[in-house]
T-cell receptor, first 115, second 117 residues
Framework: GNSVTQMEGPVTLSEEAFLTINCTYT??????LFWYVQYPGEGLQLLLK?????DKGSNKGFEATYRKETTSFHLEKGSVQVSDSAVYFC??????????????FGQGTILTVHP | ETGVTQSPTHLIKTRGQQVTLRCSSQ?????VSWYQQALGQGPQFIFQ???????GRGNFPPRFSGLQFPNYSSELNVNALELDDSALYLC????????????????FGPGTRLTVL
């Protein structure tokens, strides 16, 4: 079945540090890949997405590139801010099947950024 | 354009009781998915509704059931509540096209925090 594995957390950084959160996946077919962010006490917000190999998703300074050869979709940001503190989820969706649009999530990575 | 809304925000029930959670989808969205997020975990897919019919289900027992209404809003019902049902329940809406295509983005509501005592 489909699965998503994220790097162990939590991740603690100082403001303006470089961020990488690793994500690898197992899926049949050609999944679309997503990063969602969850701020304390809130639901999930879509951060970025990529729908085919070598696509790069980007938003608010965050980037991730769909790497089919390594089945990875690592999240990066060049300079984090305190306001980026949140939980980050990597997710995939495969086309077709009996559950259109079903998202499979990783376990989440807690990011804390200190001033 | 209004986003996805859910009610109630918080709910406390006792074991064995029944609960109904509600979701209003984003304007123009015809598909609703429900997810369960246990504390410290990623969301798990419960089921999805399209055109008022269940269209896919995750690994959840039949005591988890749902409805979708003509205005695309939805309910999640859980019977015979168990302690392990304590979680954040998330609703997500999206657009499913009539043909084989699919619009990828699912928009999530803020969730309903259910506590079972």
């Amino acid at each position: 079945g489909n699965s998503v594995t994220q790097m162990e957390g939590p991740v603690t950084l100082s403001e303006e540090a470089f961020l990488t959160i690793n994500c690898t996946y197992t899926a049949t077919g050609y999944p679309s890949l997503f990063w969602y962010v969850q701020y304390p006490g809130e639901g999930l917000q879509l951060l970025l997405k990529a729908t085919k190999a070598d696509d790069k998703g980007s938003n608010k300074g965050f980037e991730a590139t769909y790497r089919k050869e390594t089945t990875s979709f690592h999240l990066e940001k060049g300079s984090v801010q305190v306001s980026d503190s949140a939980v980050y989820f990597c997710a995939l969706r495969t086309a077709g099947g009996t559950s259109y649009g079903k998202l499979t999530f990783g376990q989440g990575t807690i990011l804390t950024v200190h001033p | 354009e209004t986003g996805v809304t859910q009610s109630p925000t918080h709910l406390i029930k006792t074991r064995g009781q029944q609960v109904t959670l509600r979701c209003s989808s984003q304007s123009g969205h015809n598909t609703v998915s429900w997810y369960q997020q246990a504390l410290g975990q990623g969301p798990q897919f419960i089921f999805q509704y399209y055109r008022e019919e269940e269209n896919g289900r995750g690994n959840f027992p039949p005591r988890f059931s749902g409805l979708q209404f003509p205005n695309y809003s939805s309910e999640l019902n859980v019977n015979a509540l168990e302690l392990d049902d304590s979680a954040l329940y998330l609703c997500a809406s999206s657009i499913r096209l009539a043909g084989p295509g699919w619009r990828d983005t699912q928009y999530f509501g803020p969730g309903t925090r259910l506590t079972v005592l």
